[in-house]
């Protein structure tokens, strides 16, 4: 089947949801060889992916993944694509943790840095976080700490066939597009940073049919989160906007000056240093950015100054580095 499949590929024609669902299946079932998988992924590396096929790609995921029921709480999940390429530092993770200290509750899917050289589930299990798939566990973790973290191969078994292969071509495949989609823990409210406008627009028709409070960001120099290194446009449920970082009360920042590092050491110093509040006027506010805009997607009754004030209360008053505390402690 792969045979014919590839053949129309590359006779460039698309897939349909169906058949996008039914590749993938049988690609996480090992049916396919190692070329026939690199040359189905090096596809989606030429053209972009259709909405057809990006959805049937996340409904096998969904179909496979280890379900975990967290309904009982009102939570949000903030990730971004990953794959721009820019290696900040891990924005993501840290804002999750300040939103968490504001009295969001967040269940985090992460997974190792692909296309950066330390990713979020890099960063907390060097600082000590124990990976678990126990239901029990991550709910008594969002229930005191008011976050739980969803390393992602544990909930998605369907990953273990093609993530050696994704480590070794070391580029962005559609999987990075699809990490912040396949949450196994069904987040009612989600921020997602994605690296093109292209995709952003593939999230939204995706996302609309969904009952999710979503906000979508898009730096429009292209980072896959609120970078301040320029103007940025953002997409939810009722409507789309672009700001500056003047709107948010905040300069305009340099890209080095979100640097990440090079190694897991590195960022994990530079990710301590933020969130003891020690961190540049620049990383807190990139920081600060990105938690006010999930704020205001979970609070739907605060405006973006409490949100932001929030958000600064959260990371400079230590309540977002009591937050990773309580976790370790937790976990």
């Known amino acids: 089947m792969i045979k014919n499949i590839l053949k129309d590929l590359f006779e460039h024609k698309t897939l349909t949801r169906e058949q996008a669902r039914e590749v993938l299946v049988n690609i996480a079932g090992e049916k396919f060889n190692q070329s026939e998988v690199v040359a189905f992924l090096t596809v989606f590396m030429m053209r ?71 990713g979020s589930s890099n960063v907390m299990e060097y600082l000590g976080y124990q990976f678990t798939n126990d239901e029990d566990k991550l709910k008594s973790q969002l229930d005191k700490a008011n976050i739980c973290f969803l390393h992602a191969p544990l909930f998605h078994p369907a990953m273990k066939a093609v993530g050696p292969i994704r480590k070794e071509l070391g580029l962005k495949t559609f999987f990075n597009m699809l990490g912040p989609m396949v949450n196994p823990s069904f987040p009612q409210n989600q921020l997602v940073g994605v690296f093109s406008l292209e995709l952003a627009r593939i999230y939204q028709y995706i996302y609309q049919h969904t009952n999710k409070n979503y906000t979508i960001v ?8 609120i970078s301040l290194t320029g103007d940025f446009k953002t997409i939810t449920n009722s409507g789309e906007q672009v700001y500056s970082p003047a709107d948010f009360g905040m300069r305009t920042v340099m890209p080095e000056e979100i640097f990440g590092g090079d190694t897991v050491p590195e960022a994990a110093e530079i990710f301590v240093k933020v969130l003891e ?55």
């Open 218 to 225: 898009h730096s429009l120099d292209v980072y896959d989160e």
């Open 48 to 118: 972009p992916v259709t909405v057809e096929e990006l959805s049937g790609f996340r409904d096998a995921l969904l179909e496979l993944c280890v379900r975990i029921d967290l309904s009982e709480f009102n939570t949000i999940d903030m990730c971004g694509t990953g794959g721009d390429g820019k290696n900040t530092f891990n924005v993501s993770t840290l804002a999750s943790l300040v939103v968490a200290g504001a009295g969001a509750k967040v269940s985090k899917h992460g997974n190792y840095g692909v296309s950066s050289s330390c």
């Open 277 to 331: 509040g020690k961190g540049t006027e620049a990383q807190n506010n990139v920081v600060i950015a990105n938690a006010a805009l999930a704020l205001e997607c979970y609070f739907q009754d605060k405006n973006r100054e409490q949100c932001i004030e929030a958000a600064k209360d959260s990371l400079l008053g230590g309540k977002a580095a009591g937050v990773l505390a309580k976790l370790i402690s937790k976990s």
